[in-house]
Nanobody
Framework: QVQVSESGGGLVQAGGSLRLSCVVSGIIFRFNAMGWYRQAPGKQRELVAV???????NYADSVKGRFSISRDNAKNTVYLQMNSLNSEDTAVYYC????????????WGQGTQVTVSS
């Protein structure tokens, strides 16, 4: 069973940066694609970044060019570097292992809150 623990969120001014981390257990991390999701108040959870087990990445249009996903297989950790943040990035951010259909594989963690002030 996939278990995740997200960290690194906080309050940042518009234009600022944050780096999120997600430590994963319960799976052979290096074999699995990983995704970062976010859920803003009153909105559905959305997938914003994906990294395959081979290191290929893909991003939602709303974050392309500003966010960067990476992974460290030795640490069972996936990262999300977020630059040029704006108020629309305010959300709780979650990570999860994903299958080839981009569906989450495990239970959701507590997430990490990102708040961007204008």
């Amino acid at each position: 069973q996939v278990q995740v623990s997200e960290s690194g969120g906080g309050l940042v001014q518009a234009g600022g940066s944050l780096r999120l981390s997600c430590v994963v257990s319960g799976i052979i991390f290096r074999f699995n694609a990983m995704g970062w999701y976010r859920q803003a108040p009153g909105k559905q959870r959305e997938l914003v970044a994906v990294i395959t087990n081979g290191g290929r990445t893909n991003y939602a249009d709303s974050v392309k060019g500003r966010f960067s996903i990476s992974r460290d297989n030795a640490k069972n950790t996936v990262y999300l570097q977020m630059n040029s943040l704006n108020s629309e990035d305010t959300a709780v951010y979650y990570c999860n292992a994903i299958n080839p259909a981009l569906q989450p594989l495990g239970s959701w963690g507590q997430g990490t809150q990102v708040t961007v002030s204008s």
